[in-house]
């Protein structure tokens, strides 16, 4: 029996098994590491939006202290706000699902 991408010589004889199980955590390595590599971004991803938020809040709290503008449009803040929590979650529920790829492997 012939096992796609690996050479004639190990689909023959006893090395085929060594070889298909070499092969199969082969795979498996390289997922794994794809998987930790997307988790690494997600984690970075979170604290780069944490201090968009952080800075976009600190800023425009700074601002209102100088310009002493509308009470209102301090409230549009929250939008911002929001748009980052939202992706901050998005972000979260995408490690959450490699982390459960991780385990299962």
Not at 20 to 36: A, F, G, M, V
Not at 80 to 89: A, I, K, N, P, S
């Amino acid at each position: 029996m012939l096992i796609a991408g690996m050479p004639d010589d190990l689909n023959h004889g006893k090395g085929a098994k060594e070889a298909s199980t070499k092969l199969l955590l082969d795979q498996l390595s390289n997922e794994y590491k794809i998987l930790q590599d997307k988790i690494d971004k997600i984690g970075a991803f979170k604290f780069t939006t944490r201090g968009w938020s952080l800075t976009l809040v600190v800023a425009s709290c700074i601002g209102a202290t100088t310009a002493k503008p509308p009470p209102r449009l301090l409230w549009g803040l929250i939008v911002f706000v929001l748009v980052f929590l939202v992706l901050e979650r998005t972000q979260t529920g995408h490690r959450e699902i490699f982390w459960t790829q991780v385990r299962r492997s």
